[in-house]
């Protein structure tokens, strides 16, 4: 238990923000006493890319939207979908059609939500004149003529959703999907509210026009410092909810972070790559650890902007296969990550890892063969390879790019040029392809395996690389209506590893400091997606 620095403008150092008042309740759901100063404070690496549902293509977004507003589903501590403003849905026999029956929940502004603001948010995200980076996630829920409304043969307005009335939803899908009501707790399926969007256009999320339905309201955004929200009195669990004010600090060293955390700033923050073992020894109540549902990994450019040398299968291969995994997830980061030799996750569920031939050998065999193959391409001392390495500022990914180049550069002779940049620029040059290699890293939408392979079929929004097989896509289009997907999914690990578009590294873990006054934080949802209208702080 770190000692709290009590009230948020303390926390905000010395700041003027509206502090917390006293917890409404004596005690928390699990009995143990509450803290006077409900505030939960979460570091964040970087500034939000949006807190519009339908704009937001970043983890840093979805978890402060998350609190703002609620779709039709949540999920729980253990990761399972339970009820959100839907209170219950029905499926047709031929599991076409979903009906969501919403209960009497408002906005922020005293107005009801309806199923046409789901109606409108829906059809808001697959319009191309919204640009959502999303755009593609409709599709992936098969909804009835979201493809073509994607390839621009029908309207917005045709896309399979209806309201039947203000408090019932209804969705026609084009192909039955087992795994549809999951991604329904997702961001961008969120309600909108027209009329706010309308008067304020992109200014709409600003803290002083947003209009949310949340357990929280929009306090304070202060770009690349803070965010502040405040509970919702007109949420329609408001009184089950117990913290009053949620504040994320954008915080991009993890050093920074950690010192922070330790002087009693933060109630959750990052582990610093390589310092788990020394602050679980020194700090076992605070120092977590726990599989989370999201890779690592690097892209080629393989659009026709890309370089030359990568449309060469041979240096693909080589270079993935002369990055020993072990020392990154071993020595680097040493926080439980496993290493990555398929895309998806072993956390996934349903999902079992393929057998790929990197994964039986020996790093020394690897090694051979890495070299064995950048010969055969054409690469030695007298014409060594050379390109450029990308990553969004962090001090982490920064000792993992050093740790891969200095790989390349020791084994092949290989010469790769680290950059880094701010996490917008970054995502936009890595989305318009000005790139060599670029570092990735997909947390899932839903716990499903396609949410991972998804990404690398030829049309999706975030194939940065533009990778393209036609086998690929084939296989993904029958995972969707297969009754065992498995073999589809064990397929396209298979040529993934084959063609290695991208250079899967590691499996992400949890591996945080977390205040041990932060009560209920669900260290068992493997897609983490938390709610912080389900925790409470304790009292110390």
Known sequence: MNARITGLSAVLLATTVLAGPAAAQATAPDGSALAADQTLTIRMLDEQSSLDPQLIEDVSGSDIARQLFEGLTNQNAEGEVIPGVAESWDV??????YTFHLRDAKWSNGDPVTAGDFVYAWQ???????A??????????????????IDGKKQPSELGVKAVDDKTFEVTLSTPIPYFVQMTSHTTTYPAPKAVIEEFGDQWTAPEHIVSNGAYMLKEHVPNERTVAVKNPEYWDAGNVTIETFVTLVINDESQALTRFLAGELDRTEMPAGQFPRMQKEHPDEAVSFPRL????YTFNLSDQGPEAFKDVKVRQAL???IDRDIITKNVLAGGQPPAYTFTPAATANFQVPDVPAASMTQAERDAKAKELLAEAGYDASNPLTFDMLYNTSEDHQKIAVAMSQMWKQKLGVQANLANMEWKTFLDTRGQQNFDMARGAWCGDYNEASTFLDLLVSQSGYNDGKYANPKVDELMADAKTADDPQADYTQVEQILAEDMPVIPV???AGVYMLDSDVGNYPTNNVEQNWYVKDMWIKAE
């Open 132 to 149: 959502s980076e999303y755009q593609w996630y409709m599709g992936l829920m098969s909804i009835a003529n979201a493809q073509d409304i």
């Open 124 to 130: 808001r995200a697959i319009d191309p004149a919204t």
């Open 506 to 508: 590691y499996h992400y």
């Open 320 to 322: 993935s296969l002369a």
């Open 294 to 297: 999201c890779n690592y990994y």
């Open 92 to 97: 047709s026999d031929d599991k076409l059609t």
